[in-house]
Every structure is written in C-alpha cells, then in structure tokens.
C-alpha cells in the first residue's frame, strides 16, 4: 500500500504544506519600452503598436509593432536577399556552426528567456525552466548536427533549399515554437521571415538579440510581431514554405489560401488526445502521467491527454486518487518556483474554457474543480475534471485548449479504440498497461501521429511530431522534420 493509499480517507485539503512563496527575480530580464520588428539584421521602427500584457496581472509589459503588410513585405525581400547571397551557398558544416552558436547562447541566457517567457505567456517558471528552455536549445544542437549530413539523411537525392520559410507559431510555446520552426529552416540552408503569436511575442525579440551575439548574417531571419492580419499577410507575401502551428481553422484558412500556388506547406493543428488507462496499469503513475497530460502548461497543449479513457474495474480508484493529487497542486503566480499551474494565456482563451466548460455543465456533465485559491488579477482557471461525459458532448469532441479533463470509460481493448478514435483529429494519444503486447496492440489502431506508451508529453528533437485528419500534415523534429524545408529533387 502506497503512503497515498494510506492516506486515502483523509479530507481533501488544497495542499498539506504551506509553501513559502519562491518567486524568481525578473531582475534578470530588461524589458525595452517599445520594439520594433527585426528585419535584415536590424529593428526597423514599427509603424503601429499594440500592448502585451502579463496574463497573470494584466500589467502591461511593453509596446510591441503591429506588422503591416508592408513590414512583411520588407522582411520577405530581406529573407530573399539572404538567401540569393551568401547564405544558401554556405558549406553546411558553416551553417552548422551557426545552429550551435545559437544553442550555447540560448543555454547561457536560459534564465532570462525563461523569466521573460513566464512573465509574458503565463506559464510556470518551473515548466520553462526545464521544458521550454532546454528543449530549446536541444532543437538547435540536433539541427546543427544535421545541418552538413543532409546527403546521408536522403541518400541518392540532391537535397537543396527550398527557399523563404514563412513561419507562424503560437502562444502556447513560444520559444519552443520557434525552435522547432527555425533550426530545421536554417540547418537546410533557408532563410526565414517568423510571425509569434500576438499575445507572446517577448522571446521572440530576445531571440533577435541571440541571433545578433551570434552574429547570424543579416536577413536570414527576420521576426514580424502582429496580430492574425499580420500573418494573413506573411501567407500572401510569395514565400517558397509554410509552417503554421495554431488552430485547425486559421489552418484551414491557409491551406485554401495556398492551394495552386506550389507554396509547400506543413500545418501542425488541434487535437482531442485520448489517453487510455487500463485495469493493469501502474495507478499511481498513471495519475501522474493524466495531471501531466491535461495540467501542464494549464491545458494549453495541442497534444493535451485532454479526454481520459478508464477501464470500468479502476474507475473509481483512478478518480478518488486523481481527485487526490488534484488537491495538492499549486495555481499560482507564474515565477513563483513552486507553483505548478499558471495562468491562462489571454482574456479570450479563458472566455473560450468558461464557455466550453458551462456547456459541459448544461449538457449534463458532473463537474469537479481542484480546490485552489484563484489570484483576483489576470486570467486563471481552476483544474477541472468531468465525469459523467457522453461522447458527443461538446467537451468530448472540441479542443479546450485550457486546464479541463473530460473522463469516460471503457471495458474491452476494442471499445477503448473505438471511442479513443471518435474524433475528428489525431496529433496525440496515451496508453497505461504493464504488458508490452497491448501497448502494440493499441498503437496499431490508434489513430494519432504520436504514441505515449506509460508516460505523456514527453519530447525530444530527435523524435518527429504531427498529426493527421484535422491535426494537420508534416513532421517536425528528427529527420522527418528536415523534409519539409528541402527540395529533394529526383532519384539520382
Ligand atoms: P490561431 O490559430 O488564431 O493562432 C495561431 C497563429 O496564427 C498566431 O500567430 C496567430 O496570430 C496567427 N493567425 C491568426 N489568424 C491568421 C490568419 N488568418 N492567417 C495567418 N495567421 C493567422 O489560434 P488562437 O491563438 O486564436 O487560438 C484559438 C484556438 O486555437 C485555441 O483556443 C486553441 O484551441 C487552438 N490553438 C491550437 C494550437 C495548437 O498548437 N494546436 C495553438 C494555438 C491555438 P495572432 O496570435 O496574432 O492571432
């Protein structure tokens, strides 16, 4: 019996410690008053501005420029001027050498990145501390690696570049975003012109500081900040590649967009992650892998283990022990080094959980919140489990994109399929079983781009990640993820 077992009776209280609050220093960050956009080596002055605040005070943090199709237009000639240089002619073992110089200052700056990416997005310092910042850096290091071996990678095929990478990332994972986007662009010899999300766009601007220290040649990456305009704009410049991460509608959009127009285009989207537990699973660690699945980066994960599939005999044992564990996580101020849910991106994301999660309610679902103390300021949303769903609720099928766990059940391995597949998407799914037979089993029917076996979220650049259906097309990491940004030309 597990000392949690033991101490299963007890009544639920938010945590049985009083943590001393462990706030890291923003001392570490200088934040300028106003930026502009970085294109062809240099800030260009933003023509308009627009505010980004701190999700988790509303506390304004700085003016940021509002891209216009003209600043996407001068970047995109920047990135072409780039690349007809010097740039896509570099040997690939120079271009390597860049990757790795990014990856060490990215290392060495990690603390300031990972202040300023709490302060702007929400997220806990510990999350991007250890997940963001060192994924980070690892993307560029693997992608250095590749960088001068692109003829071992695709063998008997003349790998060349493809040209200007219009990139489009989100709010969820900033840097992370633009890691995953920009190493494998620049390891093939691309240059680029990148678009962070309206809400997040800090890093990003450190990032230009990076590339400066680095002494990357001007133009090969330029950063556009703005709004959705300002993307729809990046889509219309004529660039040779697109990679957008972002909703599976705005995805849509673009595909629309581009269709005809030889554009190559990697979409990366949505997704309703099942995240299947079996009665022979390890319990306790699989109530860590689902508080992992749907809690970490407060549910603001394309991959989130956002709908839970128990087998009925351990139903009520995953639940009391998942309410448990609920009771002793932290929602709290972001830099605070013991907090382990932070805020909600934005004033819109969490309208978009309120009504999602009342529409739960309406529809008959029984709610459960984790009793926590919410801050009066900024955007927060308590972790949340339904029980009682029907698959076609609302809650079951969308992506809430927010801290709320939908749980259902199951007997057989074929109805765990079965249902796990009723969604229109297919990024992510999990499974927890002690045999290694239906962990095979499982993956083959599954219908997602990625398979967690007894574990959830876990990521590594040497692993490729995407979808399929609404979740989108292409790879990104390993060596799938280079595919994307060469012209592989024919078989030799
Ligand atoms: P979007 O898809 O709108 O945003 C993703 C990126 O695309 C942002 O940089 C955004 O800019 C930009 N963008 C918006 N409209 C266009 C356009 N017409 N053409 C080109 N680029 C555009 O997601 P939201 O931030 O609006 O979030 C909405 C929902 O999408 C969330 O609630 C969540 O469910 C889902 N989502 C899924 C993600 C995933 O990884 N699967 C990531 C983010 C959101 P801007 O930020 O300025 O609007």
Partial sequence: MTDLDRRADRELVPSGWDYAPAPESREVVRLEPRYGHWIGGEWVEATEVYE????????????????????????????????????????????????????????????????????????PIKESRDVDLPLAAAHFFYYAGWADKLEYAFPNRRPRPVGVAGQIIPWNFPLLMLAWKVAPALACGNTVVLKPAETTPLTALLFCDVLRQAELPAGVVNIVTGDGATGAALIDAGVDKIAFTGSTEVGKA????????????????????????????????????IVNGIYFNQGHVCCAGSR??????????????????????????????????????????????????????????????APCRLP?????????????????????????????????????????????????????????????????????RLRAGVIWANTYNRF?????????????????????????????????
């Fill in 308 to 369: 839970l599939f128990v087998q009925e005999s351990v139903y009520e044992d995953v639940l009391r022990k998942l309410k448990r564990r609920m009771g002793t996580l932290r929602v709290g101020d972001p830099l605070d080094k013991n907090t382990d849910v932070g805020a909600i991106n934005s004033r819109a994301q969490l309208e978009k959980i309120e009504e999602l999660v009342a529409s739960g309610r309406d529809e008959g679902a029984e709610i459960y919140q």
């Fill in 460 to 492: 590594d650049p040497a692993s490729p990640f995407g979808g399929y259906r609404e979740s989108g097309f292409g790879r990104e990491g390993g060596r799938h993820g280079l595919e994307p940004y060469l012209d592989l030309g024919g078989a030799e």
């Fill in 52 to 123: 980004t605040v701190s999700p988790a005070s509303e506390e304004p943090l700085a003016e940021v420029g509002l891209g216009t199709a003209a600043d996407v237009e001068s970047a995109v000639a920047a990135a072409r001027a780039a690349f007809d240089g010097e740039w896509s002619r570099l040997p690939g073992s120079e271009r390597a050498k860049y990757l790795f110089r990014i990856a060490r200052i990215l290392q060495e700056r990690s603390r300031e990145l990972a202040v300023l990416e709490s302060l702007d997005g929400g997220k």
């Fill in 376 to 444: 009066e300021r900024g955007y927060w949303f308590a972790p949340t489990v339904f029980t009682n769903v029907a698959q076609s609720y609302r809650i079951a099928q969308e992506e809430i994109f927010g801290p709320v766990l939908s749980v259902l059940t199951f007997r057989t391995p074929e109805e765990a399929i079965e249902k796990a597949n009723n969604t229109p998407y297919g990024l992510s799914a999990g499974v927890w079983t002690e045999k290694g037979s239906r962990i095979l089993w499982m993956a083959q």
């Fill in 254 to 289: 673009i595909q629309r967009r581009l269709a005809g127009t030889g554009t190559k285009l990697t979409l990366e989207l949505g997704g309703k992650a099942a995240n299947v537990v079996f009665d022979d699973a390890p319990l306790d660690q699989a109530v860590e892998g």
